[in-house]
Each structure stands twice: as C-alpha cells, then as structure tokens.
C-alpha cells in the first residue's frame, strides 16, 4: 500500500516547455488535489477533483491544466512553462468526506524552470 | 473565499516548555480544521484535525482548541521534544481546503 506516489520527484524545464506530473493513488480516494508550495506562502490550491472524469480549478489555476481519466490517478499539465511556475506540488487524496475528510500527501514534486 | 491567517511564523521553545500556535480564519462556514507537521523536504502530514461541532481535542502531547464564535482555533504542544522541530500548518475547510502560511517551530534542547 503505497498511499500518494508522484513521479517525477525532481524536474528542470526551460521556459516554454511543457510537461506533465502525475500523481498516483491505491486508497481508493475519491477526492484528489494539486497543490503548490512557494516559501512563506503555505500550500495553495491550483485544481481538484471530486472523482473520476470530473475537475475543478482551485485558488491559482491558471498556467495549468489536469486531467481524471482513471479514479486512481491525477495528471496536472503545464502547457507552456514559466519561471513563475518554479515550485514544490502536491498531490493529495481524500475519501467521502471530500475537503472534510484528512488528506493524504504524496512526497512532492520539485520543479524549477529556467 | 476563505482566508486563514496564522501566528506566529516562527517559534522557539525550551525542550520540555509548551508550544502554541494560533490560527484565524474568516468564512463562518468552515466546518473542519485540521493540522499538518512538514519536516524539511517531506510531506505535509495530518498531526490532528477537529471539527466545528467540537471544542477541544486531545492526541496524547498535541491538543488543538476550536472558538467558533471568535473564528480562531490553535495549536498546543506539550512536553516538547527535539523531534517536534517542524513548519506547522493550520488549516480550514468549506469545500475547499485552505492553508495558513506555517509556523517553524524550533525546540531548543
């Protein structure tokens, strides 16, 4: 039982590149989120999902896309790469409960772009 | 939308002394509020969480205390030990999870 596993865990890209992040869950979640994570701004919130097929935008969703085609994974896209997008992201889950419930962290993804 | 606002941004205690942290938040609708501990270069992971139907709530050394009617709930550790040494950060939910800036605890020994 894994929990929230995010591949890549490092990544540089150039500005204007894209690139995908993917975010795998074996809980059975139906709730899943993406997250960044800027020094002294805490963790804000780009898009979620509350199952599959269905996404929703978050606090800060613009530069990105995501996709839910299978319940247990999370996909978030960056079309087009900006410095400003050079972070740490999040993916977490939760159950029925939604935002209510406890969410489980993957271990991140560290992504800077040059 | 909501807007939670935590203090203080860092922390030092005395191994053994107490530690509290304290949140406020805005939207009166928030219904669930919980605490995550991230050591430096892991995941943020749930320490404890209490609902708004609750006023206090006990995790053997860890303790987090809801005033509804003030909109703030806190943080308390008791007992402090070195591995507590970690960026706290509070947390308030109404559809949509909403995370304070964190608190970098230190613990002296």
């Known amino acids: 039982n894994a929990g929230v596993t995010q591949t890549p865990k490092f990544r540089v890209l150039k500005t204007g590149q894209s690139m995908t992040l993917l975010c795998a869950q074996d809980?059975?979640?139906?709730?899943m989120y993406w997250y960044r994570q800027d020094p002294g701004m805490g963790l804000r919130l780009i898009h979620y999902?509350?199952?599959?097929?269905?996404?929703a935008k978050g606090e800060v969703p613009d530069g990105y896309n995501v996709s839910r085609l299978k319940k247990q994974n999370f996909l978030l896209g960056l079309e087009s790469a900006a410095p400003s997008q050079t972070s740490v992201y999040f993916c977490?889950?939760?159950?029925?409960?939604?935002?209510?419930?406890?969410?489980?962290f993957g271990d991140g993804t560290r992504l800077s772009i040059l | 939308g909501e807007n939670v606002e935590q203090h203080p941004s860092t922390l030092s205690v005395q191994e053994g002394d107490s530690a509290v942290i304290k949140c406020t938040y805005s939207d009166s609708a928030s219904n669930y509020f919980p605490w995550y501990k991230q050591e430096l270069g892991k995941r943020p992971q749930l320490i404890i969480d209490?609902?708004?139907?609750?006023g206090e709530k006990k995790d053997q050394r860890i303790a987090v205390t809801l005033n509804k009617t003030a909109k703030h709930f806190s943080l308390h550790i008791t007992e402090t030990q070195p591995e507590d040494s970690a960026v706290y950060f509070c947390a308030a939910s109404w559809g949509k999870l909403t995370f304070g800036t964190g608190t970098r605890l230190t613990i002296i020994p």
């Open positions: 977490a889950s939760s159950a029925g409960q939604g935002a209510s419930g406890p969410q489980h």
């Open positions: 209490i609902r708004s139907n609750v």
């Open positions: 809980m059975n979640h139906e709730y």
């Open positions: 999902s509350v199952g599959e097929g269905t996404t």
